[in-house]
């Protein structure tokens, strides 16, 4: 039995074990302050809505929904807008629509949004000119600029996560049951730089026959409107579960079942960095009740997926644990086909999903961070072809994506250059796939999507 499982659990159990990808807090009085005043303030994702994210994503463990889970790879405070946040959850939409029509299923829809403010580094100090200062680890850790005030981690900016991402939920749950998710809404989904691209006329395209089904449906008496379906969109948030004390803060028990549920988020998920079964992160969300997510890398060996799948999902239950991938597109075909096999083989009850971006970064010969676009299709292509010689199911995509017109991964059909990289390129962290990108990524998956069929 492992080790995690046979230990009483509390929100505060992972405080004894190792932990890692932490920042070092000077202040641990201010700190425990920022936790107190946390815990005192409401959840932003309820018990109710993460059993419902659950209930779906088992329908897609089972090949009958897939999995669209995309955001930033960092949220900031400084691109905080409700320009921006629209122009999110309208190539969501863009893409829902092009996946759903195309592959015929449900689309699960959950967003790196309201809580992505943490990012793992490499290393705890970065070096500029014979000077060294604690890296930058994201908004809710400290400022980006190379500055000893700005990179000296700050309690304080747990408090400004909390209340931006419920600016951030508030806002996009009124989009998602306030009417502008609704099928009639779907001509004005086309944002003007996208419009106008091949991408964009496709989907005008997939639009028209859309409106089309709709006028048979309205000629046959059906009541559109009532229909929840058609005239709302769920939609749940995710993010990296980092930062354990913030997420301890916000975790609660709930009445209805007497289990424990991570207020922050609907669905948390570990990293690649950060999945030891005997440390701290696996400790926590061992024993909360959200549908929780592992990145599985290269460095997986069968024997130790096979045992975080006990600790994580002892019960085996369906929608519980999701198993995201990211090999990169070089070595994806080596190291994945084994992982499924032995997951497959042990009945584990698991939704394997693809996450492309992080296996395929590279630096451009002008030092600037970037991804393929060509990489980031491949590695998906792979993924699915994997699953299907496997007898089992590729059942979703994690992307790291924005609605902004950037040029930050190369390629597509906008055939963004090496020369073209720094014209918009405003991520904090990792480059995204603009809003363009994202939807010619929706249109072949559907196509592969079909192709399993």
Not at 205 to 233: H, K, T, W, Y
Not at 416 to 424: G, N, P, Q, T, Y
């Amino acid at each position: 039995m492992p080790k995690n499982t046979a230990q009483p659990w509390s929100t505060d159990s992972w405080r004894t074990l190792p932990i890692k990808q932490q920042p070092n807090y000077t202040d641990a009085h201010k700190l425990r302050e920022v936790e107190a005043s946390l815990k005192s303030l409401p959840t932003l994702a309820s018990a109710s809505e993460a059993r419902q994210l659950k209930a779906q994503l088992a329908l897609a463990s089972q090949g009958k929904a897939f999995l669209l889970q995309g955001g930033d790879c960092a949220e900031s405070f400084a691109e905080f807008n409700e320009g921006n946040l629209r122009d999110f959850f309208r190539v969501l939409l863009q893409m829902t629509m092009a996946l759903m029509y195309g592959a015929g299923c449900p689309v699960v829809k959950v967003g790196r949004i309201a809580g992505q403010f943490s990012k793992p580094r490499s290393d705890d100090l970065e070096k500029q000119g014979g000077k060294a200062l604690p890296s930058y680890r994201g908004d809710m850790v400290n400022a980006m600029e190379f500055e000893e005030g700005a990179r000296t981690p700050d309690p304080e900016r747990l408090l400004k996560v909390y209340y931006q991402s419920a600016a951030t939920l508030n806002f996009l749950r009124s989009l998602a049951k306030g009417g502008y998710a609704s099928l009639r809404q779907i001509s004005r989904w086309n944002m003007d730089f996208v419009a106008n691209s091949s991408q964009g006329k496709r989907f005008h395209m997939l639009v028209d026959r859309i409106n089309e089904c709709v006028s048979f449906m309205q000629a046959c008496g059906l009541p559109l409107d009532d229909l929840e379906q058609l005239s709302e969109a769920s939609f749940f948030t995710s993010h990296e579960a980092l930062l354990l004390g913030y997420e301890a803060s916000l975790t609660r028990s709930d009445d209805y079942d007497g289990k424990h549920y991570v207020g922050s988020a609907h669905m948390l998920w570990i990293g690649d960095r950060t999945r030891s079964p005997d440390e701290a992160h696996v400790e926590f969300l061992r024993g909360v009740a959200n549908p929780i997510g592992m990145k599985v890398g290269p460095s997986m060996t069968k024997d130790s997926l096979l045992k975080l799948c006990d600790v994580l999902n002892p019960a085996n239950e369906p929608g519980r644990l999701t198993l995201i991938s990211r090999m990169g597109a070089e070595k994806i075909e080596d190291t994945l086909p084994s992982l499924v096999r032995a997951v497959k083989d042990a009945g584990k009850a698991v939704l394997w999903s693809c996450d492309p971006m992080h296996g395929n970064t590279i630096k451009s010969p002008g030092g600037i961070k970037t991804r393929k676009f060509t990489d980031i299709l491949a590695e998906v292509r792979n993924f699915f072809a994997i699953h299907k010689e496997e007898g089992t199911y590729g059942g979703g995509v994690h992307f790291e994506m924005t609605g902004q017109d950037v040029t930050e991964c190369l390629g597509g059909a906008q055939a963004i250059s090496e020369m073209h990289l720094a014209d918009r390129y405003h991520t904090h962290c990792d480059p995204r796939l603009n809003a363009s990108q994202s939807l010619e990524l929706a249109f072949l998956i559907a196509e592969e999507l079909k192709k399993k069929k």
